[in-house]
């Protein structure tokens, strides 16, 4: 928990000497509290003290980073239980687990589908973040191969799942660089995992059947120097991961128990007996709360919707998916071809660049900057009105790229036409269809309009 104004202030030297820029140390310990100054500018704290600082200022659950060597995954950090309290911050992990007991074409064949699997969604490239490899061999060499062999089809981070301390360093070596997630150091090996994880800066899961059992290994990891912690509760089905995340999420923001202060990982795979089942325990997962989530099926449209739900999940809910304003070119329009006029708000910009797109038919679309709100709602909030649309025209520059003055704004909004038209002399003002889907009509006869 962040300490108050007056507890810092025990912390300081108390000698008010004003060097830190404040007129007293309690005033400088309030600012503190407030994270309106920073510790350093008093000169004078012990060592112990800032200590203490330090560690009431970390987060109530660490950011732990997995990294391959082009991409990496961050997860940790949150600082609320509900998303609409704030927002989530960093999705979790989605990662397929490969066995070393499998062929290695097999192993490089499943790794590469999934790992090759992308989709646009609202915009964005969106897809899976690494591979999970499991020793399910027994043999270091063999896992080392299995390793490789997917180093080979992908530069993303890797989750390498060996009990025996010798596999896990030979995956290491296998991995080439990057910093894997070591899993998972257990009340026997726990020791000997550590060694390898701290020789090679590498985060480290643990895992146990209980939130003590947990606890106490967390803090057997750090006094051994590892810091970068990943909680596995042990349990897989439905209501015992929810139950137990639950508790987690709990422990860590509203108790700030440090030793339970660090991203889960999960295995949906394990709680399920078929692909759809898979799909429920991580999606359940994703609400709840899952820093890495490793699957053991692969098939695109369970993987579509787990990415779209962790999209939406881990959009900030205050504030609108939006696109950039600005002039958009859709089917290579000519100096001749019709303006369109719409807002930034993602779903209304896809809805219509779409129509137009699929309409065949070239058009030039303006997006104006109307906060992120639909077209109904930003006119209804003052953000999408006459002047903002005859400011979008004004300062996009369509003027120089067409040769015509004729703006179509959207048929919601058509009570604005006649302000639209005074804004903007010279320009003839038509008004759109209400809805999207009827504008690829619409544009077939716009020129006689
Ligand atoms: S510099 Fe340190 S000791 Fe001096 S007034 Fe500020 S907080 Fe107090």
Redesign the pocket.
């Known amino acids: 928990m962040a300490l108050t104004g007056l507890q810092i202030y025990k912390l ?9 820029g ?1 007129p ?2 309690l005033a ?1 310990a309030m600012k503190l509290a407030a994270k309106q100054a920073e510790l350093s ?5 012990s060592e112990e003290a800032k200590a203490q600082l330090d560690a009431a200022a970390a987060p109530p659950i660490r950011l732990v980073t997995v990294e391959g060597p082009g991409h990496k995954v961050q997860v940790g950090n949150e600082t609320v239980v509900f998303r609409h309290e704030k927002t989530f911050y960093h999705p979790p992990g989605l990662f397929l687990r490969v066995k070393d007991s499998w062929p290695l074409e097999q192993v490089k064949g499943a790794a590469k589908e999934a790992m090759d699997y992308t989709v646009t969604y609202v915009g964005m490239d969106i897809h899976m973040d690494g591979v999970a490899v499991e020793a399910d061999s027994g043999n270091p060499e063999t896992f080392a191969a299995a390793v490789k062999a997917v180093r080979e089809v992908t530069d993303r981070p890797l989750i390498l799942m060996a009990s025996d301390p010798a596999a896990l360093k030979a995956g290491l070596a296998a991995a080439d660089g990057g910093r894997p997630l070591l899993y998972a150091a257990t009340s026997e090996n726990w020791q000997a995992v550590a060694e390898v994880a701290k020789a090679a800066n590498a985060p480290v899961a643990v895992r146990a059947d209980s939130l003590d059992g947990l606890a106490d290994l967390t803090e057997k990891m750090k006094g051994a120097g590892i810091q970068d912690i990943v909680l596995d509760p042990g349990v897989r089905d439905p209501a015992g991961t929810l139950v137990a995340l639950t508790h987690l999420r709990r422990l860590a923001l509203k108790k700030t128990f440090r030793p339970l202060g660090f991203p889960i990982i999960t295995f949906p795979g394990e709680g399920a007996s078929d692909v759809i089942e898979e799909a429920q325990l991580a999606a359940e997962h994703i609400a709840k709360y899952a820093g890495f989530i490793v699957l053991d099926r692969f098939a695109p449209e369970m993987v579509y919707a787990l990415m779209a739900w962790r999209v939406n999940i881990y959009t900030n809910p205050q504030e609108p998916i939006k696109v950039q304003p600005g002039i958009y070119e859709i089917n290579n329009p000519t100096a001749d071809a019709p303006v369109m006029i719409t807002t930034n708000f993602s779903i209304t910009y896809f809805s219509v660049a779409n129509e137009i797109d699929g309409s065949g038919l070239p058009g030039w679309l303006l997006v104006a900057d109307a906060e992120g709100m639909s077209v109904l709602t930003a006119w209804a909030a003052g953000k999408f009105d006459a002047e903002k649309i005859a400011k979008t025209v004004k300062t996009t520059g369509i003027e120089e790229k067409i040769n015509h003055r004729k703006l179509i704004i959207p048929g919601a909004v058509a009570v604005l036409m006649g302000e639209v038209e005074e804004e903007l002399p010279g320009w003839q003002i038509l008004v759109g269809p209400r809805e999207a889907v009827d504008l690829p009509g619409y544009l077939k006869l716009w020129k006689s309009f």
């Open positions: 300081l030297p108390q000698t008010n000497c004003k060097e830190c404040f007293t140390c400088f500018a008093c000169p004078y704290v």
